[in-house]
């Protein structure tokens, strides 16, 4: 198990369009009997409600959100680049049919009730404050159901979840 110290959040600065359409983070979902994971592009930090959150998609295909669905708490965890080929490998196979964690030889802890991977070097535990279905009629710009939502896609549309921030941890 590796250290992660705090991070106040007047310090935390991190370019999210890199930091998430470049490097990916991994969403982790689940409890101490079964946990999985995703790799994630899409998301972000802000301000909403009056509390600090981070907010990320997931498609409803997604095996992972079950287990998002499920529990009250998820964690965005973010690596070095020598991750990148497990963050590949999360983001297309599924934990339904494989352990991704056995395989990639990643490892499942725990920050109090929320599943993170101890070998990312930065950890952001979440406690879920809503889940709201992205439909057809919500999309304005008429290129994104033909580039995101069609061929095999059709109809497979996101949820976008808001979490609160316990905690920004860094390694």
Not at 80 to 109: C, D, W
Not at 157 to 165: A, I, R
Request: with cysteine; aromatic share 16%; net charge negative.
């Amino acid at each position: 198990m590796h250290q992660f110290q705090p991070i106040p959040s007047e310090l935390f600065e991190v370019n999210p369009f890199t930091k998430l359409a470049d490097e990916w983070m991994m969403v982790v979902a689940g409890n101490r009997e079964k946990t999985n994971a995703l790799t994630a592009s899409w998301g972000g930090f802000g301000v909403l409600w009056g509390k600090q959150v981070a907010y990320i998609f997931i498609r409803e295909s997604r095996y992972t959100k079950e287990f998002i669905d499920r529990e009250d708490y998820f964690s965005c965890c973010f690596f070095e680049p020598k991750y990148k080929a497990a963050l590949q490998y999360f983001g297309t196979a599924s934990g339904r049919k494989e352990n991704k964690f056995q395989i990639s030889h990643m490892n499942v802890n725990f920050r109090d009730e929320v599943p993170y991977i101890d070998e990312g070097n930065l950890l952001i535990p979440c406690r879920k404050l809503a889940a709201v279905p992205l439909r057809e009629d919500c999309f304005w710009d008429p290129e994104i159901l033909p580039k995101w939502y069609s061929g095999k896609e059709k109809g497979n549309f996101h949820t976008m979840y808001v979490g609160e921030v316990l905690d920004i941890l860094a390694r």
